[in-house]
């Protein structure tokens, strides 16, 4: 079975530009994450939906985030404008509901802001 | 106090020596545990989950809980030069609907030959 596909796996991009990160879950998993990990701060989840509706986007750090869940197989986390601090590796993760369902991660988007 | 928490490392052990790996957390309502191993510029893989007190074990790996004392581990028997990694432990407590993992900052295990 495939795990979670995450595109583009690399990005570099200007200061001020949109960036847009990719996500198709696991099929038949009905809950996605998007974490962000940097060295600082570790592994921080950033929202996540159920049934593609957002139900907890607590940890978007500010309002030029936002992320979207048009259909059961994929989502897309936006920033616009980007900032060097946004630097960082980009997870995306799904499970299945359940409170002992693990998450499957993604390989990541490596994002750099220059 | 942070929610979950790890010491960092590294952790040093020989080859073929038992690695030991901590965790403790805050939320005494917390219904599941997971670990997941992450190597170097890779994503997160999980490893080894339990739910219940007491011991898990698969392959070389067992898990431990400690609901009471709020405390989860990981044992690694005959570790590998091939286990060198950070391991992060989560936990997944009853907030934002029972859905939601936090993890620890991860500790760094590094087995050297």
């Known amino acids: 079975d495939a795990g979670v596909i995450q595109s583009p796996r690399h990005e570099v991009t200007e200061m001020g530009q949109e960036v847009t990160l990719r996500c198709k879950p696991i099929?038949?998993?009905?809950?996605l994450f998007w974490y962000r990990q940097t060295m600082m701060r570790g592994l921080e989840l950033l929202i996540y939906?159920?049934?593609?509706?957002?139900?907890?986007d607590s940890g978007m750090p500010e309002d030029r985030f936002s992320a979207k869940m048009p259909n059961a197989s994929f989502s897309t986390l936006k920033i616009q404008p980007s900032e060097p601090r946004d630097s960082a590796v980009y997870f995306c993760?799904?499970?299945?509901?359940?409170?002992?369902?693990?998450?499957?991660f993604g390989d990541g988007t490596r994002l750099s802001i220059l | 106090q942070k929610e979950v928490e790890q010491n960092s490392g590294p952790l040093s052990v020989p080859e073929g020596a038992i690695a030991s790996l901590n965790c403790t957390y805050s939320?005494?309502?917390?219904?599941?545990f997971f670990w997941y191993r992450q190597y170097s510029g890779k994503s997160p893989e999980l490893i080894m989950s339990?739910?219940?007190?007491g011991d898990k074990e698969d392959g070389r790996f067992t898990a431990q809980l400690n609901k009471a004392s709020q405390y989860v581990s990981l044992l690694i028997r005959d570790s590998q030069p091939s286990d060198s990694a950070t391991y992060l432990c989560?936990?997944?407590?009853?907030?934002?609907?029972?859905?939601?993992?936090?993890f620890g900052t991860g500790t760094q295990l590094k087995v050297e030959l």
């Open positions: 989560a936990v997944r407590g009853l907030t934002g609907g029972g859905n939601k993992l936090t």
């Open positions: 339990i739910y219940s007190n």
């Open positions: 993760a799904s499970s299945r509901g359940g409170r002992n369902q693990p998450q499957h």
């Open positions: 939906f159920n049934n593609n509706v957002p139900i907890d």
């Open positions: 099929s038949g998993h009905d809950y």
């Open positions: 939320d005494r309502v917390s219904q599941s």
